[in-house]
């Protein structure tokens, strides 16, 4: 495996533990309870970071 598919690998792993955590407070009542504009900023970020996600996951598919 060359070295930068290892690192897409690895960037795909931290992005993915970041989304679990951002998920998981998005649902907590802090999240709720900050200023709409806030929490629907957070929540844009969550839905680009999927989408990141979802990427790089079919870039290393095509390593496999």
Do not use: C, H
């Not at 495996?1 to 795909?12: G, P």
């Amino acid at each position: 495996m060359e070295q930068y598919q290892k690192k897409v690998i690895k960037e795909k792993e931290e992005l993915d533990a970041k989304l679990e955590k951002l998920d998981s407070f998005l649902l907590t009542p802090l999240a709720k309870s900050l200023p709409k504009i806030d929490f629907e900023l957070m929540e844009n970020q969550r839905n680009i970071m999927f989408k990141y996600s979802i990427l790089l996951g079919a870039r290393i598919q095509r390593w496999i």
